[in-house]
DNA sequence: TGGCGCTTGTGAATTAGTTCACAAACTAAT
DNA sequence: ATTAGTTTGTGAACTAATTCACAAGCGCCA
């Protein structure tokens, strides 16, 4: 298959929760052009995004709603259940453990792990932070397929070593760092003092 | 003034933070080759996105660290105080309300509200949950540069509109949902699901 | 059945973003 | 002062992403 772009990804990811919607309001079908006004693009896009992995619309109509909510999940892989693990209990990690949401959607936390002695042994609802020296062994036993890393900037690189050594592929980097990781290993940055950057450049260069 | 890509944005953000880094080991120069490697790109991509606003370097030399920073401050528009109100009481509001790396960079939370009786009047060091109702003529008293919407996915489209209608020209959305604002403020989102979808997405699809 | 009104799927055209490649400018060494 | 070794800044070439535009398919109604 084709390489996908990761903006492509993004806007799939954006129209499953459109349709995740559009199925509560009970719609049978919507078109590429409601899809594209819901996420501020074009119809054309819409369908250009869809064509990639098949054609699921039906011409005069539109798409069915639960076909195409499926086939998203299933170009997502949202069927299985991934197994997450959390990186640093501070207080990212902390907030992130609590987080309904990942669980909904089929990520479940099961272990978080920190290197401070002092913060091991605390207890999150049905968790228990463990010292990151027992990732390793940990990942070999249940395995993991995510990991949330949410540590403090100078411990990370470390820290995503043994992340990858437990042979994880993928990874949630909260660290203001750039992760270098091989090439196996895909790596998303969720880094707010860039968005917030960005926002100040915004503010700044208006209408210039 | 040319119109500058996002993606160019994010990367003179990534380079600052290097810079800050270089600086504190006691660098006096660095090459384009170097901010380069540390961000994962090529030289001509360092060099052109500065060229964009000028040119900072010396051939043969690279660029003096603390110039370099400066200018990017500059660009970026980190010179600045800017306000922040927090719009949602929640756990991701009060993370945030929190998290001490705003306040470093030039981000200065003065305002947290929340739609929900209960919140309100709830103090958090400094802060005190007001009713968003009060946003507005806050608004206008001591003015906000950014709004943080971290609330539910429901009430976010109301919410918004009163952001918008109290003059804010930037807001960084937790929500996951896509926000209708005119076409003078600037959004960034910040979207858990969508991150982990796309991990999903990369783990389901490896080598095809 | 035939015709009209929609909407998809997709090559082609366009626009945006990245990388190449090299002259020009600078340092350091002799 | 000359030369060798760097590294910038930037048009030109290339690659990627988006938008256009339209034939073809489908539902509905007379």
Redesign the interface.
């Known amino acids: 298959?084709k390489r996908?772009a990761?903006s492509t990804?993004?806007r799939?990811?954006?129209y499953?929760?459109?349709l995740e919607g559009i199925e509560r309001q009970g719609l049978k079908t919507v078109s590429s052009d409601e899809l594209a006004r819901?996420?501020?693009t074009t119809s054309a896009q819409v369908r250009k995004d869809l064509s990639l992995f098949g054609s699921f619309g039906k011409r005069g109509l539109g798409y069915f709603v639960p076909e195409l909510s499926e086939k998203l999940r299933e170009?997502?892989?949202?069927g299985?259940q991934?197994r997450v693990c959390i990186i640093g209990a501070g207080?990212?990690g902390a907030?992130l453990a609590?987080?309904r949401?990942?669980a909904e959607?089929?990520?479940n936390v099961t272990a978080v792990y920190d290197s401070d002695e002092a913060k091991i042994g605390k207890r999150w609802e049905t968790l228990t932070v463990r010292p990151i020296s027992e990732l390793e062994k940990d990942a070999a036993k249940q395995g993991f397929?995510?990991a949330v890393v949410a540590t403090p900037a100078e411990n990370t690189p470390a820290v995503v070593k043994q992340v990858v050594r437990a042979g994880i592929?993928?990874?949630?980097n909260f660290a203001?760092?750039?992760l270098?990781v091989p090439s196996?290993v895909?790596v998303?940055n969720?880094n707010?003092?860039?968005?917030?950057?960005?926002?100040?450049?915004?503010?700044?260069?208006?209408s210039?």
């Open positions: 298959m996908i990761e990804v993004r799939l990811s954006l499953l929760s459109f819901l996420g501020g170009i997502l892989g949202l299985k991934w207080k990212i907030a609590r987080y949401g990942f959607r089929g990520f397929d995510i592929k993928a990874i949630l203001p760092v750039q270098s196996d895909t998303r969720v707010m003092a860039m968005e917030l950057e960005g926002l100040s450049f915004a503010l700044s260069n208006r210039e």
